[in-house]
């Protein structure tokens, strides 16, 4: 029989979680430690890596202890523009039998109003740098023999409004990127998957919280009617990291409140 009780354990795994400094990336790096993995928090913003590490990690360690057994979590400086610094941090980080990866940005703006240069930017990181970090660290990954990729894309990937084109348009393009990668990797033991969103509060939609229809429209729209907190998208990146998730590839989790199953404009009278 399985060890259904340890089922989600992570015990002598090495996660890489990439844009750990905020939001998503942070709670499911302590999430992952949390469950016994070792974890390395990556950022271009180290000083923020930094403070998901000591968020983690014990505040007072034993110097004894400390000195033979590595923190759970540990800081690392990566800016995922830089195609070099990716290759870089394949070599320098060892074994990872976990990678995750939540970088990404958006530009909210009509279509017509939007720039060359925006366009880029937004593609340049959420398309570019996950295909860079997916074909890097899956090299890696494939010639062990095994691992789990887990790409953040959202639920703008299947359901748009005004302002969200090249956004909406480079997490449709992640899903496509990483079935394929599933599709490439998996016989070579290599799990790929992404993880959907809903309105989730962090750095990246304080724009919304700035204005409060923005804000409560979002929040009505799901069938929880309300906004997530960070937190509660750490247990799909446990769940499909971890052996509880051994058959599944080329998925796409949605963690969204039912916000893609629900399009009610309407409550009909009893
Ligand atoms: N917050 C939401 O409502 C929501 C909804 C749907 C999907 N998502 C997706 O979830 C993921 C995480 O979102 P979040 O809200 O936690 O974002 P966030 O902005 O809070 O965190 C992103 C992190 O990535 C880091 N980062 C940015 N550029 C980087 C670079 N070049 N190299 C390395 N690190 C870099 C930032 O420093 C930051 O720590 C994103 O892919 C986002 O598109 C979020």
């Known amino acids: 029989?399985?060890?259904?009780?340890?089922?989600?354990?992570?015990?002598?795994?090495?996660a890489v979680v990439v844009g750990a400094g905020s939001g998503i990336g942070r709670e499911s790096a302590l999430a992952l430690a949390a469950q016994g993995a070792r974890v390395t928090c990556a950022d271009r913003d180290l000083d923020a890596a930094e403070e998901t590490t000591n968020l983690g990690n014990p505040a007072d360690p034993v110097p004894s202890v400390a000195a033979q057994v590595p923190s759970q979590l540990t800081s690392y400086e990566l800016d995922v523009l830089d195609p070099a610094a990716i290759e870089r941090a394949v070599a320098e980080l060892g074994e990872v039998d976990v990678l995750v990866f939540t970088a990404a940005t958006n530009v909210r703006k009509r279509l017509l109003d939007y720039t060359g240069d925006e366009f880029d930017r937004v593609v340049a990181l959420n398309l570019r740098a996950s295909f860079d970090l997916v074909r890097t660290f899956g090299k890696a990954m494939a010639e062990r023999g095994s691992g789990s990729i887990i790409g953040f894309s959202s639920i703008r990937a299947t359901t748009v409004e005004p302002g969200?084109?090249?956004?909406?348009?480079?997490?449709?393009?992640?899903?496509?990127?990483?079935?394929?990668?599933?599709?490439?990797?998996?016989?070579?033991?290599?799990?790929?998957?992404?993880?959907?969103?809903?309105?989730?509060e962090t750095p990246l939609t304080e724009q919304i919280k700035a204005h409060p229809d923005w804000y409560s429209a979002y929040a009505e729209k799901s069938a929880l009617h309300r906004w997530a907190t960070p937190d509660e998208l750490a247990g799909a990146v446990v769940y499909l990291a971890s052996d509880a998730a051994t058959f599944v590839t080329g998925s796409v989790l949605h963690v969204d409140g039912g916000w893609t199953a629900v399009d009610g404009r309407f409550e009909p009278p009893n």
């Open 164 to 200: 969200q084109s090249v956004y909406a348009a480079t997490k449709a393009g992640l899903v496509q990127l990483l079935r394929t990668a599933a599709a490439e990797l998996g016989p070579s033991g290599v799990r790929v998957n992404a993880i959907a969103p809903g309105v989730v």
């Open 1 to 14: 029989m399985r060890d259904y009780a340890n089922l989600f354990r992570l015990d002598g795994r090495h």
